[in-house]
């Protein structure tokens, strides 16, 4: 179940819950923090979580934690799943070339399910990163998506709409340009940075940190395609 439709749902009868996120810049994705409050969880149930990530997982245990406490529950589980970096916003490495990562999955999912079986109590990657806090800072997040955030580039863009329907903040609408009298993509200002309208534009009229999106460094999971994303 989408995180967005479990928000405020009476899920106090359920004895194991998973909560299943990327991170964002290290940190939990702005959805995240809005939504897991609106959690309505019993204190009893076995809370895990599993987040996937290029590298490292930074603060998003420790910031999960925080918030379920706040709630009165404990996190009972953590653990990570290295993915293909798909973040072109500062490090500007080519996700396509880390496909390779795909090769130690399975064997990392057989070990949290081995683990969620058993019902153990372990937070692997929980700990605190003063650099991961930092960046989590509104303030600091708030610029870094100003400055480093998608642009549209009107020049590029045929307003295909495809950018609208993949952003699920519904964040992104087209607009008539008064320079050239055709429909363009506008983004708005509740962007979390999740770069789905980046690696889905088919004109890559959309780019980041400044720079032209290469078709070559936009990704999407080998198993999915562009339809099932409009079609979810």
């Known amino acids: 179940m989408p995180l967005v439709e479990a928000a405020g749902q009476d899920m106090t009868n359920e004895k194991r819950i998973g909560l299943v996120f990327p991170t964002y810049d290290f940190n939990l994705p702005p959805a ?3 939504l897991v409050p609106q959690l309505r969880i019993s204190p009893e149930s076995y809370v895990f979580t599993v987040v996937t990530c290029g590298g490292q997982a930074g603060n998003c245990v420790w910031a999960l934690r925080r918030l379920l406490r706040k709630q009165g529950v404990e996190l009972a589980y953590s653990h990570k799943v290295r ?6 916003l500062a490090f500007g490495r080519n996700p396509n070339k880390q496909l390779g990562k ?4 399975p064997a990392r ?8 079986q058993a019902e153990r ?10 650099l991961s806090w930092l960046l989590g800072l509104p303030v600091v997040e708030k610029g870094m998506i100003r400055s480093l955030g998608p642009k549209v580039n009107p020049d590029k863009c045929i307003g295909c709409n495809t950018c609208v329907r993949v952003c699920p ?3 992104i609408s087209l607009q008539l340009s008064a320079v050239s009298n055709q429909q363009k993509a506008q983004i708005g200002d509740n962007c979390t940075v999740c770069l789905a309208c980046v690696h889905a534009c088919p004109q890559q009229a959309i780019g980041t940190n400044g720079r032209e999106t290469l078709k070559e460094r936009q ?3 080998p198993q999915i395609k562009l339809k099932d994303m409009l079609r979810r």
């Open 32 to 34: 995240v923090r809005t």
């Open 83 to 88: 993915v293909p970096d798909n973040s072109a």
């Open 102 to 105: 795909f090769k130690r999955v």
């Open 109 to 116: 999912i057989e070990l949290i399910i081995r683990e969620l």
């Open 121 to 130: 109590h372990v937070l692997h990657y929980s700990w605190f990163s003063g």
């Open 169 to 171: 903040m519904g964040n």
């Open 219 to 221: 990704y999407r999971h």
